[in-house]
């Protein structure tokens, strides 16, 4: 199982970062996929999840509104579009699915959001 994410960086408040996920070595469509994030000095905290015919959805009271989880099982991908970013969503994005009896996690993405 590999689980590769990209689209991290440093963007300003109010901006926006569309992270990608992309799953491998494993049956992506039968597998629910979620984002985490860790932040400086913090524990690794859940963001999102996605069934796998994208439903259902549920998101994070800190990000609902202002993040939007997707994804394409023919590309074996799942995104994070985030927007309305703010200082607080600074941390290590992760990409994350459960296959029993364990989590797999991908090496994660940095997020900046400063002025």
């Known amino acids: 199982v590999q689980l590769v994410e990209s689209g991290g960086g440093l963007v300003q408040p109010g901006g926006s970062l569309r992270l990608s996920c992309v799953g491998s070595?494993?049956?992506?469509?039968?597998?629910?996929m979620s984002w985490y994030r860790q932040a400086p000095g913090k524990e690794r905290e859940w963001v999102a999840s996605?069934?796998?015919?994208?439903?259902?959805?549920n998101y994070a009271r800190s990000v609902e509104g202002r993040f939007t989880i997707s994804r394409d099982n023919a590309r074996n991908t799942v995104w994070l579009q985030m927007n309305n970013l703010t200082p607080a969503d600074t941390a290590v994005y992760y990409c994350?699915?459960?296959?029993?009896?364990?989590?797999?996690w991908g090496q994660g993405t940095q997020v900046t959001v400063s002025p």
């Open positions: 994350a699915s459960y296959q029993s009896p364990r989590w797999f």
């Open positions: 070595g494993f049956t992506f469509s039968a597998n629910g």
């Open positions: 996605i069934g796998t015919l994208s439903l259902p959805i």
